[in-house]
T-cell receptor, first 114, second 113 residues
Framework: GDSVTQMEGPVTLSEEAFLTINCTYT??????LFWYVQYPGEGLQLLLK?????DKGSNKGFEATYRKETTSFHLEKGSVQVSDSAVYFC?????????????FGQGTILTVHP | NAGVTQTPKFRVLKTGQSMTLLCAQDMNHEYMYWYRQDPGMGLRLIHYSVGEGTTAKGEVPDGYNVSRLKKQNFLLGLESAAPSQTSVYFCASRRDYLTDTQYFGPGTRLTVL
């Protein structure tokens, strides 16, 4: 079945540091890939997505590129802020299913210090 | 436009009690989902619905029932709560089969003693 693996956390950075959160996936078919963010005490919000190979999703300074050859969708940001502290989830939606199930990674906790 | 809302936000139950979680969306979405979130495990799909009057099992359906009598509402029921059902429950909706983005509610934190 489909699966998503995220880098082990938590990740602690200083403000303005470079961020990478690794995500790799296993899927049949041609999934869409997502990054969701969960701020403390809130639900999940879509951060960015990519629907086919070599697509780059971007939002709020975050970027991720759909790499089919390495089955990866790593999240990057050039300069993090304290307000980026949250839990980040990588997920895929298999277009081969009729109901669009999302398969999530385990989440990575990011803490950014001033 | 409130998006996806969930009630209640918090609940504490004793083992064997029952309760219903309500999810409502005002975006006229066809698809709705219930997930549970447990530490270190991401989110797992409990049940889903592809339209009013339809429901289907996800990957962890045991101990839960659902109903979708109105398009805008998706109810999750626990008939006899167990400590293993202590979790954070999220509802999500999706416009239709042509789109793939799901929109999430704020969650319900349930503790079963």
């Amino acid at each position: 079945g489909d699966s998503v693996t995220q880098m082990e956390g938590p990740v602690t950075l200083s403000e303005e540091a470079f961020l990478t959160i690794n995500c790799t996936y296993t899927a049949t078919g041609y999934p869409s890939l997502f990054w969701y963010v969960q701020y403390p005490g809130e639900g999940l919000q879509l951060l960015l997505k990519a629907t086919k190979a070599d697509d780059k999703g971007s939002n709020k300074g975050f970027e991720a590129t759909y790499r089919k050859e390495t089955t990866s969708f790593h999240l990057e940001k050039g300069s993090v802020q304290v307000s980026d502290s949250a839990v980040y989830f990588c997920a895929l939606s298999d277009s081969g299913t009729s109901y669009g199930k999302l398969t999530f990674g385990q989440g990575t906790i990011l803490t950014v210090h001033p | 436009n409130a998006g996806v809302t969930q009630t209640p936000k918090f609940r504490v139950l004793k083992t064997g009690q029952s309760m219903t979680l309500l999810c409502a969306q005002d975006m006229n979405h066809e698809y709705m989902y219930w997930y549970r979130q447990d530490p270190g495990m991401g989110l797992r799909l409990i049940h889903y619905s592809v339209g009013e009057g339809t429901t289907a099992k996800g990957e962890v359906p045991d101990g839960y029932n659902v109903s979708r009598l109105k398009k805008q509402n998706f109810l999750l029921g626990l008939e006899s709560a167990a400590p293993s059902q202590t979790s954070v429950y999220f509802c999500a909706s999706r416009r239709d089969y042509l789109t793939d983005t799901q929109y999430f509610g704020p969650g319900t934190r349930l503790t079963v003693l």
